[in-house]
């Protein structure tokens, strides 16, 4: 019986496509106040969606591009946490989002990008 392992960066990317759902569902639970929200939610989870083609491809400068979005949604989290209106809900899936980055991070800085290309 043969076993299929899965590779890093499809297990990353997997990683990231989930905190870009948990943005869409972010942008529900938190509402968007003015244009300006609207048009950063909409670049940030354009963002999110890029880097998750880009893991999934294997490129290894994305690492780049997730450490933006990390820090980035750290940055909200702190935000969150000072508004009096904030619920755990939205508290819960921010954590998780940040989570989600950094285990996808981990995974793409432990394995170099060619390692799991086929030989010819």
């Known amino acids: ?3 299929k392992f899965i590779n890093s960066y499809t297990l990353a990317s997997y990683f990231v496509m989930g905190t870009f759902i ?3 569902i972010n942008i529900f639970i938190h509402g ?6 609207v048009i950063l939610a909409i670049v940030i989870l354009i963002l999110r969606y890029f880097s998750f083609i880009l893991v999934k491809r294997s490129f290894t400068w994305s690492k780049y591009l997730l450490i933006l979005l ?5 940055y909200r989290l702190w935000y969150i946490m000072d508004l009096p209106t904030t619920n755990f809900l939205g508290i819960f ?3 998780l989002q940040i ?8 995974l793409i ?5 060619n390692l799991y290309k086929k030989r010819k």
């Not at 990390?70 to 750290?74: E, F, K, M, T, V």
């Open 93 to 95: 899936m921010m954590v």
């Open 109 to 113: 800085m432990r394995v170099p990008a």
């Open 1 to 3: 019986m043969k076993v």
């Open 32 to 37: 968007l106040a003015d244009l300006a929200d």
């Open 99 to 106: 989570i989600f980055t950094i285990l996808a991070l981990s």
């Open 22 to 24: 948990i943005g869409v």
């Open 70 to 74: 990390l820090a980035r949604s750290i």
